[in-house]
């Protein structure tokens, strides 16, 4: 039987046989859930940033709270990538936590496309089936990609600054060797340069507003030079997926830009317990 996904205003975005569509998992939640309503949220958010030089940027860090809490530090991100030229021949390896069910290692995933209000994203099945067969750590999961928000909601701005990209969406847990992964996309990314890394990644977590400034500073600073060490010793949802791409900037001769940091006690909430987030935009 054929999937057959309609967005949000009714028209048919994609016919897939034999295939599937991930449908929406937090829209209406962590962003809005008719398709206007999403694209001029993004644009607004996009339109806030400040132009910057142009730089080969090769990878992101990007948080993944909701919009009204994290969309503006996410948008300082993806502005990096609105000069960029041939979307529709990049593949994006989105990294991200596995939130709500364990992969014991990195969770791929078997659909052929990922929605939100604005249509589908193709996945690339052909870069998932390669890193499928290498086996190990690696194995297809749809259970934990269905309700998962940490890669979703980067879609939507995928979507306005890179359409016609296509993704690889890979989950992490505590099963996952970022080392590993790092070496398994090294090649990849070599044959194909004008392919991209984005890790799905908030801070420090529910701490108080000065505490988490403290902690999440100390944190972008290690990523600056490189310590893995301390890193790794910091506070942040998606290390592990951080992890693996530092191994690969370090390997590539990746740098490491911080475009913007804020928590949600400056954006959406109370100071007493807050998250954080940063935007680090890695170039050659």
Known sequence: MPCVWRNFSGEMDMILLDAIVRPPAVAGRFYPAKADALAATVQRL???????????????????????????????????????????????????????????????????????????????????????????????????????????????FLQQTLAGARIAPMLFDDGADPQVVATDLQPLLVQHPQDLVIVSSDLSHYHPYQDAIISDHALLKALATGNMQAVNAGEACGLLPI???????ERLGWKPNLLAYANSGDTCGSQREVVGYGAVAYTE
């Open 243 to 249: 992890l693996c791409l530092m191994h690969l900037a």
């Open 46 to 156: 996009l339109a806030q940033v400040k132009p910057s030089k142009p730089a080969q940027v090769r990878a992101l860090i990007v948080p993944h709270a909701g919009y009204a809490c994290s969309g503006e530090v996410a948008a300082a991100a993806y502005a990096a990538l609105s000069s960029l030229p041939d979307a529709s021949q990049r593949t994006v390896y989105l990294l991200g936590p596995a939130h709500w069910k364990p992969v014991h290692g990195v969770g791929l995933t078997s659909a052929a496309g990922m929605a939100t209000p604005l249509g589908v994203v193709e996945v690339d099945r052909e870069r998932v089936a390669h890193l499928a067969a290498l086996g190990g750590q690696y194995r297809v999961d749809d259970a934990a990609h269905a309700p998962e928000h940490g890669l979703e909601v980067q879609l939507p």
